[in-house]
């Protein structure tokens, strides 16, 4: 967060606390906690709680009075993310307009969607344990096998970051067998390689690092490059499955 903001109402004594483990505490953390998260903040946020909260911790009765009525009025969630943020005055009109475009290009998607995006918010954010949860939400609510796919393709980076190369490598497999995707088996053969300690650590190449490599080359056309990676990663997994017999 690059701006200081002046909180213009009471400091929560009690937070208002929010699905992803989020606690917060002013309004201000609020509409900037509604506009960095616009994509996956579920409709169900807006509701009574929030209400309350606004008016008794917040002391901004007139807002919570406006958000109860559009709870009876069945507005949706885009409309309840646009009084918040427009009473907020922390976002201009062209990022309000922004951050409620985002939002409603969401309304669409399904429980499983939107429980992958935050997934891989939390991915990227390296909070493993929250991104594990919501993949495997993600994959309970949805049976399309592309998107399986990318899930499990996702918890196989999951667990590769933390070392768990042996559960990465099920997950890539998974993530294979069910998509068909040439850069899952490229994940696969990379950590079962970092498995076997044939891929060196101390060379200060993560499993992120080699994939971004691989992709490169295949993007920039290097396909005598690409080949031979995936050759030598090929190679390495024979001779330790030889040196293993």
């Not at 390296?126 to 949860?133: F, K, N, S, T």
Request: aromatic share 12%; glycine share 4%; hydrophobic share 35%.
């Amino acid at each position: 967060m690059s701006r200081v903001w002046l909180c213009r109402y009471p400091v929560a004594k009690h937070p208002l606390k929010v699905k992803t483990g989020v606690n917060l505490y002013s309004f201000e953390e609020l509409c900037y906690y509604l506009y960095q998260n616009a994509e996956t903040v579920e409709e169900s946020f807006y509701n009574e709680i929030l209400c309350q909260w606004l008016a008794q911790e917040i002391r901004n009765q007139e807002l919570a009075q406006r958000l109860s009525q559009g709870l009876l009025q069945e507005q949706g969630g885009c409309w309840f993310m646009e009084q918040i943020l427009m009473e907020g005055g922390l976002q201009d009109s062209q990022e309000i307009e922004q951050a409620v475009r985002v939002a409603k290009s969401m309304e669409h998607k399904s429980p499983a969607q939107r429980a992958k995006l935050r997934g891989d918010r939390f991915l990227q954010s390296g909070r493993y344990r929250d991104a594990l949860w919501e993949y495997y939400d993600a994959l309970e609510e949805e049976t399309d096998l592309f998107f399986q796919a990318r899930v499990w393709h996702n918890l196989g980076t999951l667990y590769a970051r933390q070392f768990l190369f042996t559960t990465a490598a099920q997950c890539y497999k998974r993530a294979y067998e069910t998509g068909q995707q040439t850069e899952s088996s490229e994940a696969y053969l990379l950590v079962l390689s970092c498995r076997d300690h044939q891929v060196s650590l101390q060379e200060e190449e993560d499993v992120t690092e080699v994939l971004s490599r691989l992709q490169f080359m295949k993007r920039s056309g290097n396909r005598a490059g690409y080949e031979e990676k995936i050759e030598e990663m090929l190679l390495r997994l024979r001779t330790e499955y030889r040196k293993s017999e």
